[in-house]
């Protein structure tokens, strides 16, 4: 059974940086049939994919127009995890992030979901 | 605003059916065979009921189907319980390696 655990920081400062970490069990980060997901959810953006990271023979990183620029996700082997980190945030980036896992079906949806991490961003 | 269009509310009574409809345009649900639906309670996080615009993962139960028209998916739920009472998200692949989000039916079980 597939389980996505979050951690990171419950609140930022605005123009900071923003880190949330997704540990993984009973699948691998480095898996060639699945990719790794970020997506947050706020009342006035709603569901929004942010991104992803995969590995086939290397790693890509795809991002959403929305953030490419300020976002990095990074995939860790040795502790079986990735993490978003997003810069400059300003409070419009206040929302629930998921890590998620796309590619257990069809690979353009998400079958297993972290339990979310609530960042507020504030001074 | 979400791009893709979904009715805020619907209800029914335990037994009944209800579809809940989620609208794009040909460039998303009417451009891919890749729409899915969500189903999330209260504080928990979007689990999976449809992707592929009609198949079930494993473990959802039957009650639950969906279908598309055009521009328009919609998800049905038969046979309603109180749990099915969560709110419903639609997702569409949108190309260009992007997927868009409806806004939400909130579903009230009577």
């Known amino acids: 059974q597939v389980q996505l655990q979050q951690s990171g920081p419950g609140l930022v400062k605005p123009s900071q940086t923003l880190s949330v970490t997704c540990a993984i069990s009973?699948?691998?980060?480095?898996?060639?049939?699945?990719?790794w997901n970020w997506i947050r959810q706020s009342p006035s953006r709603g569901l929004e994919w942010l991104g992803r990271?995969?590995?086939?023979?290397?790693?890509?990183?795809d991002y959403a127009v929305s953030v490419k620029g300020r976002m990095t996700i990074n995939p860790d082997t040795s502790k079986n995890q990735y993490s978003l980190q997003l810069n400059s945030v300003t409070p419009e980036d206040t929302a629930v992030y998921y890590c998620?896992?796309?590619?257990?079906?069809?690979?353009?949806?998400?079958?297993?979901w972290g339990q979310g991490t609530l960042v507020t961003v504030s001074s | 605003q979400s791009a893709l269009t979904q009715p805020p509310s619907a209800s029914g009574s335990p037994g009944q059916s209800v579809t809940m409809s989620c609208t794009g345009t040909?460039?998303?649900?009417?451009?891919?065979?890749?729409v899915s639906w969500y189903q999330q309670h209260p504080g928990k996080a979007p689990k999976l009921l449809i992707y592929?615009?009609?198949k079930r993962p494993s473990g959802v139960p039957d009650r639950f189907s969906a279908s598309k028209s055009g521009n328009t998916a919609s998800l049905t739920v038969s046979g309603l319980q109180t749990e099915d009472e969560a709110e419903y998200f639609c997702?569409?692949?949108?190309?260009?390696?992007?997927?868009?989000f409806g806004g939400g039916t909130k579903l009230t079980v009577l």
């Open positions: 592929e615009v009609t």
């Open positions: 009973g699948d691998s980060v480095s898996s060639n049939s699945v990719a």
């Open positions: 997702c569409s692949y949108a190309g260009n390696v992007n997927w868009v």
């Open positions: 998620a896992r796309d590619g257990g079906y069809s690979g353009y949806d998400w079958d297993y």
């Open positions: 990271t995969y590995y086939r023979s290397k790693w890509y990183n």
């Open positions: 040909s460039s998303d649900v009417g451009g891919y065979h890749y």
